[in-house]
């Protein structure tokens, strides 16, 4: 479109309308039905309706001949390369989930600059982790660079040594402001610390897939979605439900259900409740369509979200085997325990996209303890909001 209308300009400046009359009939070949179509008080249409094909633009030099203006030639060609060159050159990106180390690197971003907002925060963590002289050389820097050494030196440590220094920020005000800070800096921090410190916690290149089911050590919804932001290196995101929620919130993009192995459903039966829990989730409009449209509906939402760096994960409860006694499961046990694994295996077929975590019960206490000590610095119990 911009050839063509950089040709039409050009002509339009140069020729007479006798030229532009000529240079149409005997350039572009226009049958007399077609030029009638136009007639010579319409002449600025015919432009308009000029084909930009390659094999049609090739004529323009012999109309240009034709009206006994060969002059124009170069001239034209001189004016069409100045405007070809002051296009910008565009690349087409593709259309891929963001690269991981991009998006670690834009969240230690994102970290330093709440410190670059409150210093209060800076120079109290500086004084709880660096080094006298340490200190004294981050003093002398920029405060762009300033935070941007203390959030790299932070990503060094222990999660649970950040844990209590966010922590002991956190009691030591009172200020809202300063408080939001913290909770920002560690929704972001504290997951990508876990993954790679903490000694039940998972390192990104050693977790075990089968699939879409992805073994992580894990017994509280609240401590999926930190691991999750870990491994997929942003922010926790929690899904708002209320006050009664807030205690042990679970994950924006996160479904707990339970495995009902006595219900005596079906495996059809088992797979269709839960499409349409993982529907209502969502808040999918999708309760009257027909099943393959439910399922085909919720498949694309999973691979949007999944485009854009979010993976929707099921946590999902199998049947719980008593381990504390020497015994072996009973029969009606690893029936449960099959049935419900036919279940995952089924919905793996059916969502691609979908991750599905098995929880495990015997950590359940020691999670409920673990993210207890979290809390304070990753949920703001006064105005938590869907993200």
């Known amino acids: ?23 149409a009939r005997l350039g572009l070949k226009v049958s007399q039905q077609e ?18 094909r390659q094999e049609k633009m090739a004529l323009f030099p012999k109309a240009l001949e034709a009206c006994k203006r060969p002059e124009l030639i170069k001239q034209l060609q001189t004016h069409l390369s100045s405007r070809v060159s002051a296009i910008p050159k565009m690349k087409h990106p593709e259309l891929n989930p963001p690269d991981p180390k991009k998006r670690l690197n834009r969240l230690i971003v994102e970290i330093a600059e709440q410190f670059q907002d409150n210093r209060w925060l ?23 660079q300033r935070a941007l050494t203390l959030v790299q030196g ?18 030591g005000t009172t200020s809202t402001k300063r ?11 504290i997951p990508q610390l876990y ?59 996160g479904v707990s259900m339970q495995a009902q192995p006595e219900s005596g459903l079906s495996l059809k039966s088992s797979v269709e409740t839960l499409v349409e829990n993982l529907a209502r989730s969502f808040n999918l409009p999708v309760q009257d369509e027909p099943a393959e449209r439910k399922k085909e509906s919720i498949r694309l939402f999973m691979e949007e ?8 994960y099921l946590m999902w409860w199998l049947p719980e085997v008593d381990t504390t006694k020497d015994t072996k499961p009973t029969d ?16 793996g077929e059916i969502f691609e996209d979908l991750t599905i975590i098995p929880m495990n019960h015997a950590l359940r206490p020691k999670h409920l303890a673990l993210f207890s000590r979290l809390r304070p610095v990753l949920v703001d119990s006064e105005s938590e909001k869907r993200a």
């Open 1 to 23: 479109m911009l050839y063509k209308s950089s040709v039409i300009e050009f002509l339009d400046s140069s020729l007479t309308d006798h030229e532009k009359r000529r240079f």
């Open 35 to 52: 030029w009638g179509r136009f007639g010579d008080d319409k002449i600025m249409d015919l432009w308009d309706w000029l084909d930009t």
């Open 122 to 144: 800076l120079g109290k963590l500086e004084e709880e982790f660096l080094a006298e002289d340490s200190r004294a050389k981050a003093s002398r820097l920029k405060s762009s």
């Open 154 to 171: 932070l990503m060094t440590l222990p999660y649970k040594n950040v844990n209590s220094g966010l922590t002991n920020c956190y009691n």
């Open 179 to 189: 408080r939001r800070a913290i909770i920002a800096i560690g929704k972001r921090l």
């Open 195 to 253: 993954v790679r410190h903490e000694e039940d916690g998972v390192v990104p290149k050693k977790v075990e897939q089968d699939g879409v089911i992805m073994k992580l050590p894990v017994g509280r919804e609240s401590v999926a979605e930190v691991m999750m932001a870990g491994l997929e290196q942003r922010q926790v995101l929690w899904r708002d439900g209320g006050e009664s929620d807030r205690a042990f919130p679970h994950g924006t993009y």
């Open 305 to 312: 979200e999944r485009m854009k760096g979010f993976r929707i």
């Open 332 to 347: 009606k046990q690893e029936k449960a325990l099959d049935d419900a694994l036919d279940v995952l295996n089924r919905l």
